[in-house]
């Protein structure tokens, strides 16, 4: 493996809201690669710093302190990462309500200027991947929150990304509909060849990833639970 192969990095990362005594480090200096393949799960409870982190992971965010880069994507100019090379599943409700199914999965593709015609043939492709084809003319307010999740999957999956980063995707499931979206999740980075990154409190979603990482009160522990060695 080269460093072509390391989609991102983040070296000593962190991330401070606010300023003076009323300042919060929502992340304290993080660091961690993501490869190629790589299936991670970060575990840790509300308020632990998961979707900060997967802000910085994704450039949503800038750290405060330390370094992240994307040395595989291709940054920018400005450092900034080509938002089309990851694709994020958002905790929480993120469809558009006044468009309908497919409409919202070929949005992203529409935003990075592929023509609307192929735009709605790759979004339709990738519901049908994902077995909600029967969903296309819906809108978001006549799907279950497991359809709508697995609508976000598609929608990433539509726009093929090498980085596929998900913050708390089955947060607001039940277990047996949370388990159904971490399926098509896994399989839908395998069929696009993406990496996959996904943030849970839930140890049961965090165990069906290869790798696991903990977080506690804004720090991102080694694989064997302890601080992580700084390289
Ligand atoms: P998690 O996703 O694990 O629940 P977060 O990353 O959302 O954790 O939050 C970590 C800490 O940072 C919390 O104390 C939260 O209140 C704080 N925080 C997160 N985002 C902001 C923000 N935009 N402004 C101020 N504080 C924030
Ligand atoms: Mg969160």
């Known amino acids: 493996m080269t460093s072509a192969d390391v989609l991102v990095e983040c070296h000593d990362a962190a991330r401070t809201f606010g300023r003076g005594p009323a300042a919060v480090v929502a992340v304290h200096g993080a660091t961690c690669q993501v490869r190629a393949g790589d299936r991670i799960g970060v575990v840790g409870p509300s308020g632990s710093g998961k979707s900060t982190l997967l802000h910085l992971l994704a450039g949503l965010e800038r750290p ?135 943030t849970t409190h839930d140890r049961a979603v965090a165990d069906r990833l290869a790798v696991r990482r903990e977080m506690h009160e804004g720090r991102l522990l080694d694989p064997h639970g302890t601080q992580g060695a700084r390289p």
């Not at 978001?140 to 980063?165: K, T």
Request: charged share 20%; no cysteine; net charge neutral.
């Open 64 to 198: 405060s302190g330390g370094r992240v880069s994307w040395p595989a994507l291709g940054t920018g100019t400005g450092g900034s990462v080509p938002p089309h090379r990851i694709g994020v599943v958002f905790q929480g409700p993120s469809l558009i309500p006044a468009l309908d199914v497919v409409e919202n999965t070929a949005l992203p593709l529409v935003l990075a200027g592929v023509r609307e015609g192929e735009a709605q043939r790759r979004a339709r492709r990738a519901l049908q991947e994902l077995g909600i084809a029967d969903l296309a003319l819906r809108l978001p307010e006549e799907l279950s929150g497991g359809q709508a999740q697995r609508v976000a999957v598609a929608r990433v999956l539509a726009q093929a990304p090498r980085l596929v980063l998900a913050d708390e995707p089955t947060g607001q499931l039940d277990r047996a509909t949370a388990r159904h979206v971490i399926d098509v999740l896994l399989s839908a980075v395998d069929v696009i060849g993406a990496a996959l990154v996904v």
